[in-house]
């Protein structure tokens, strides 16, 4: 769910393909068969990027630090917290504005698939890629994500390590997010599958 970093990540490709990563978390399954090949690439590169940050040390680490018996959610939590620190770094920057701007055009314009389908007409009407630099934001986001899943709210369970453990994390995005955009962002190659 952490849509800034993937839009950020991927804003240098085709509308197709940026549109590719903001909708990849609805999208289950191998077969990209039905998408043009511009959003099933973007697709994939949303997939390389989830399996580049959850297989990183930096996160392994960072969800060793989550209290005993969250952990499995961590990952959850720490997705938003990553678009919080990206969101606070590039906010009242004309290059956020414009990505923002374009993903809200993007996701305004094209049908989301049904397991988005309620959540993208609420991310662009409440502004929540801006808002993600909010912390208090971030935190209410993910236990609001929380609150589908089955059982206890976890997520929300996992807000007061996140405040506890904020500076730590923060250094975690310094070193993982050049990374990123050294392995997946614009010099990578956009709208190759």
Same mark, same amino acid.
């Given at each position: 769910?952490?849509?800034?970093?993937?839009a950020w990540l991927s804003q240098d490709g085709s509308?197709?393909?940026l549109y590719g990563n903001l909708i990849a978390d609805g999208v289950k399954g191998p077969d990209l068969s039905?998408?043009?090949?511009?959003?099933?690439a973007g697709i994939v590169h949303h997939r390389r990027v989830d399996a580049f940050v959850?297989?990183?040390? /930096? /996160?392994?680490l960072a969800k060793q630090r989550a209290p005993a018996g969250h952990r499995r959610y961590a990952g959850i939590a720490l997705d938003?917290?990553?678009?919080?620190?990206?969101?606070?770094q590039t906010q009242r920057t004309a290059?956020?504005?414009h990505l923002v701007a374009r993903c809200y055009a993007l996701l305004a314009a094209r049908p989301a698939p049904q397991r988005l389908g309620m959540m993208m007409p609420a991310l662009v009407e409440q502004d929540w890629l801006r808002r993600y630099a909010d912390f208090?934001?971030?935190c209410s986001a993910i236990a609001n994500i929380g609150r589908r899943l089955s059982g206890p709210n976890r997520l929300a369970l996992l807000v007061p390590w996140l405040e506890e453990d904020y500076p730590r994390l923060e250094r975690d995005f310094h070193e993982l997010w050049p990374l990123l955009e050294t392995n997946l962002g614009a010099s990578s190659r956009l709208d190759q599958p």
């Open positions: 769910m952490n849509f800034l970093a993937h509308d197709d393909f039905q998408w043009r090949a511009p959003i099933a959850d297989q990183h040390p /930096v /996160v392994a938003l917290v990553w678009d919080h620190f990206l969101a606070r290059d956020q504005a208090g934001f971030t």
